[in-house]
């Protein structure tokens, strides 16, 4: 799972640990374990299949760092973040649906959606856009929302980066056959798109329905930094979230986020927005 700069977030994964890998590619931590035995991941081990090809899994909700994740099939899924991406210290492990991770393939890690399904990235800074295979559980890091393989990032063009800001938008099932299909099945061609206005990257403390709430959130940040307070609609019900923001990097929206952390709001996030 990503994790970078303040804000490293110590997370369970399902392959092994990226320890001493250069600092913008993901960092994935195995769950504690006893030196003879390893101990399976939060959502349970990954199936055993005859070839390379996975199975078809949704999984129960599982909880990591005391989050509760709940996987579910969305078809109305849209989430604008941060993504970042992992390679070759994970080549050729299985996935949390039984596939074989391949760095050189165009897939994905979500905490909830289903496996395999197919999801639009788009790179919200190029405008470059790519159908992306998900077969694996993560990031668990509070500041991502996708991990990608090192394929998927060079085509969206942020593997330099490490990090991108992007919008992923549910696309369909993925067909079972013969695993993860390679590149030339999977992704488009990347191409220039109107570019967007860019977006601005925030740290979100908190959601309520209640403005007083909100209100005495937004005071506790001050040590953190200048917090405002934006409503939306969500639902019918009108929401206040108390944000901090627009940041200037992804690097500043990490150690805020590990700031906001520190105060004891333990579901604050990083989130892209206008």
Same mark, same amino acid.
């Given at each position: ?22 600092? +913008?590619? =993901? ?11 390893? &101990?399976?991941?939060?959502? $349970?081990? #990954? !199936? ?110 942020? +593997?330099? =980066? ?11 099932? &993925?067909?079972?056959?013969? $695993?993860? #299909? !390679? ?92």
């Amino acid at each position: 799972m990503k994790a970078r700069g303040a804000a490293t977030v110590i997370a369970c994964g399902l392959l092994a640990a990226c320890a001493g890998q250069p600092q +913008h590619q =993901a960092t994935r931590t195995t769950p504690p374990k006893p030196p003879t035995e390893v &101990a399976p991941p939060p959502w $349970g081990p #990954p !199936p055993v299949t005859k070839n390379r090809g996975g199975v078809y899994k949704v999984g129960n909700p599982y909880t990591i760092n005391g989050v509760l994740y709940v996987p579910r099939e969305d078809p109305n899924y849209v989430e604008t973040g941060i993504a970042s991406w992992y390679g070759d210290q994970f080549n050729g492990e299985r996935t949390a649906n039984g596939e074989y991770f391949d760095m050189n393939r165009v897939s994905a890690a979500h905490r909830t959606l289903p496996m395999p399904c197919m999801v639009r990235v788009t790179n919200l800074d190029n405008g470059k856009t790519i159908l992306v295979r998900v077969n694996d559980r993560g990031p668990f890091a509070r500041g991502r929302i996708i991990d990608l393989s090192a394929k998927a990032a060079e085509l969206l063009g942020f +593997h330099d =980066a490490g990090t991108a800001r992007v919008r992923v938008a549910y696309a369909g099932p &993925a067909s079972l056959d013969e $695993g993860a #299909p !390679p590149v030339a099945q999977v992704a488009q061609e990347p191409r220039r798109q109107v570019k967007e206005e860019p977006k601005g990257i925030y740290v979100q403390a908190g959601a309520f329905a209640n403005p007083d709430n909100a209100q005495r959130l937004k005071d506790r940040l001050a040590p953190v930094g200048h917090a405002f307070i934006h409503s939306a609609m969500v639902n019918g019900t009108n929401f206040y979230r108390v944000r901090i923001g627009p940041l200037p990097s992804v690097e500043d929206a990490d150690l805020t986020l590990a700031q906001v952390m520190g105060l004891g709001e333990a579901n604050a996030l990083i989130v892209v927005d206008k």
